[in-house]
């Protein structure tokens, strides 16, 4: 079993690699992530989850820093918060940032020897 906190530092870091099949394995179908957007959209479900971020890595005008603030792990279910500051360009190539905080809730599944993302949420400061 792959200790939690490596766990989160590894999944965070397929996020900042913009690398679709390392964060899919993070992902599984039989396990519906909720996804709550900085502005309060939910996205839902394996699919749409994958989709989003497939989309979203494709962008090469983004970047982000993170800086892991706590996490917490009992038995197979753990938690990470996370400080994200996020670069970014809009429709008009006009550059911006959003500070948030990112709330992450994982499962490990033993039969498949990985943590499982189940909650993503996105809260602005």
Not at 26 to 44: N, R, T
Not at 52 to 65: C, N, Q, T, V, Y
Not at 79 to 107: P, Q, T
Request: glycine share 4%; hydrophobic share 45%; with cysteine.
């Amino acid at each position: 079993m792959q200790d939690f906190a490596t766990a989160v530092k590894a999944h965070l870091k397929t996020v900042s690699d913009k690398d679709i099949a390392a964060f899919s394995k993070y992902l599984h179908p039989d396990y519906e992530p909720i996804i709550i957007m900085p502005k309060g959209a939910i996205v839902q479900g394996y699919q749409d989850a994958l989709d989003l971020h497939k989309e979203w890595f494709d962008d090469p005008d983004w970047s982000m820093e993170v800086a892991v603030l706590d996490v917490f792990c009992v038995g197979n279910i753990g938690y990470a918060l996370v400080d994200v500051v996020y670069h970014d360009l809009d429709l008009d190539k006009v550059h911006y940032m959003m500070n948030y905080y990112l709330s992450l809730v994982f499962i490990y599944i033993s039969d498949l020897d990985r943590w499982i993302l189940l909650r993503d949420q996105n809260t602005l400061k």
